[in-house]
T-cell receptor
Framework: DIQMTQSPSSLSASVGDRVTITCRASQTIPNSLNWYQQEPGKTPRVLIYGTSNLQSGVPPRFSGSGSGTDFTLTISPLQPEDFATYYC?????????FGQGTKVEIK | EVQLMQSGAEVKKPGESLNISCQGSGYSFTSYWISWVRQMPGKGLEWMGRIDPDDSYTNYSPSFQGHVTMSADKSITTAYLQWHSLRASDTAIYYCARAILWGDGLVFDIWGQGTMVTVSS
């Protein structure tokens, strides 16, 4: 199985900050990497698919980059509604695996 | 509107069986795979497996193989997740999600609202 490791597990940031979350795969996954956001008590929703493609309706302050084994999600500028947990996911090979999540909290 | 509507919360005892459902609407149900995702209390997302509603072909994560069964009835655009013998550790929220292909990979673009399953004696 491909293991996905996110860092940090949590972070505190202020509105207007630039936030970067990283995701590392245990083996190369070309660009088959997605990012999801889950607000407290809500259903996950996709932000970025295929490493850097912005899902329809998602604000452009979200962006993704990377390739191979190392990927990043950047949020800039951070808005109040962005305080949530973020998950990366690889769909290169089954079992499709998620990272453990990164919780973004208000400083 | 494209949506997945899941069945309501369940409270069961260990050893009991359970079937939860996920009905798709607003799109061609047989054109997209359905995946199931577990979220245990306070924890992250875990992919359980997927089913092709067109031919009911399934692919399970090894972590769930043998403990759950996925099925689909395309005549009523509904996918199912079934347990024959529940355990307390099955207590979680279960999401269904539509998997859409995009070139080199796929992504879960539509999610159901989740079904909370509580297993307790």
């Amino acid at each position: 199985d491909i293991q996905m490791t996110q860092s940090p597990s949590s972070l505190s940031a202020s509105v207007g900050d630039r936030v970067t979350i990283t995701c590392r795969a245990s083996q190369t996954i070309p660009n088959s990497l997605n990012w999801y956001q889950q607000e407290p008590g809500k259903t996950p929703r996709v932000l970025i698919y295929g490493t850097s493609n912005l899902q329809s309706g998602v604000p452009p302050r979200f962006s993704g980059s990377g390739s191979g084994t190392d990927f990043t999600l950047t949020i800039s500028p951070l808005q109040p509604e962005d305080f949530a947990t973020y998950y990366c996911q690889q769909t290169y090979s089954t079992p499709w695996t998620f990272g453990q999540g990164t919780k973004v909290e208000i400083k | 509107e494209v949506q997945l509507m899941q069945s309501g919360a369940e409270v069961k005892k260990p050893g009991e069986s359970l079937n939860i459902s996920c009905q798709g609407s607003g799109y061609s149900f047989t054109s997209y795979w359905i995946s199931w995702v577990r979220q245990m209390p306070g924890k992250g997302l875990e992919w359980m497996g997927r089913i092709d509603p067109d031919d009911s072909y399934t692919n399970y994560s090894p972590s769930f193989q043998g403990h759950v069964t996925m099925s689909a009835d395309k005549s009523i655009t509904t996918a199912y997740l079934q347990w024959h013998s529940l355990r307390a550790s099955d207590t979680a929220i279960y999401y269904c999600a539509r998997a859409i292909l995009w070139g080199d990979g796929l992504v879960f673009d539509i999610w159901g609202q989740g079904t909370m399953v509580t297993v307790s004696s």
